[in-house]
């Protein structure tokens, strides 16, 4: 056998070797490793369950969406009950009273309605028909007989608002009970005027 063709063996084998070497080699960006692995699907499940948290976090109370309602149509006919008076009464102490109401509770609708927006809780506008029938009966006294009948619904009205109030004082939603908070020592203070004036009247 001669060198020369000793020396063509030698260089064929070596090319077959590292051929081999470069077939079997592994890809990294082909084969993540396991902490790659690992993160995707931790990732997807964290978000889900964060995303199902503020969902369910985002959702009112039963308990809160009465008490929207409620608190909406009382302040509602407290404001017309209140114009009323205002232009009815002949007793100047029963119209500032009546002014106050509307100012109040104006205010205190308006802030109703905004939280109650941010909550997705939709609100009436308007008084209902229950509550159209009272005022129009209402309207239709004269004199002495629609201050104490204005002032006996005022009174009525107020001790049911300061008792719905202070149960949404308490609430789960500290949004909720910080209005309620908010709005409470107001309340009580009409009931306190109201009771004053039907005593007086």
Same mark, same amino acid.
């Given at each position: 056998?001669?060198?020369? %063709?000793?020396?063509?063996?030698?260089?064929?084998?070596?090319?077959?070797?590292?051929?081999?070497?470069?077939?079997?080699?592994?890809?990294?960006?082909?084969?993540?490793?396991?902490?790659?692995?690992s993160?995707?699907?931790?990732?997807?499940?964290g978000?889900?369950a964060?995303?199902?948290?503020?969902?369910?976090?985002?959702?009112?109370?039963?308990s809160?969406?009465k008490?929207?309602?409620?608190?909406?149509?009382?302040?509602?006919? #407290?404001?017309?009950?209140?114009?009323?008076?205002?232009?009815?009464?002949?007793?100047? @102490?029963?119209k500032?009273?009546?002014?106050?109401m509307?100012?109040?509770?104006?205010?205190?609708? #308006?802030?109703l309605?905004?939280?109650?927006?941010?909550?997705?809780?939709?609100?009436?506008?308007?008084?209902?028909a229950?509550?159209?029938?009272?005022?129009?009966a209402?309207?239709? @006294?004269?004199?002495a007989?629609?201050?104490?009948?204005?002032? #006996?619904?005022?009174? *009525?009205?107020h *001790?049911?608002?300061?008792?719905?109030? *202070?149960?949404?004082?308490?609430?789960?939603?500290?949004?909720?009970?910080? %209005?309620a908070q908010?709005t409470?020592?107001?309340? #009580?203070?009409?009931l306190?005027?109201?009771?004053?004036?039907?005593?007086?009247?």
């Open positions: 056998m001669t060198k020369g %063709f000793v020396a063509v063996l030698i260089l064929l084998a070596a090319g077959g070797m590292a051929q081999a070497q470069s077939t079997s080699a592994p890809n990294p960006a082909a084969a993540p490793g396991p902490g790659a692995q993160d995707g699907p931790t990732r997807a499940t978000t889900g964060g995303s199902a948290q503020s969902a369910s976090a985002a959702k009112p109370l039963a809160d969406q008490f929207f309602k409620k608190a909406a149509m009382a302040g509602l006919s #407290e404001v017309a009950a209140g114009n009323v008076a205002a232009r009815q009464s002949s007793n100047q @102490k029963v500032d009273f009546a002014q106050q509307v100012s109040d509770h104006g205010s205190a609708n #308006e802030g309605q905004q939280l109650a927006q941010q909550k997705g809780i939709p609100l009436p506008t308007a008084p209902d229950k509550q159209k029938k009272a005022l129009d209402l309207a239709q @006294k004269q004199g007989d629609f201050d104490h009948a204005y002032i #006996e619904q005022q009174v *009525k009205d *001790k049911q608002a300061v008792s719905l109030f *202070k149960t949404a004082a308490k609430s789960q939603d500290p949004d909720v009970q910080a %209005f908010k409470l020592p107001t309340l #009580e203070h009409h306190e005027m109201a009771e004053q004036l039907k005593t007086s009247t």
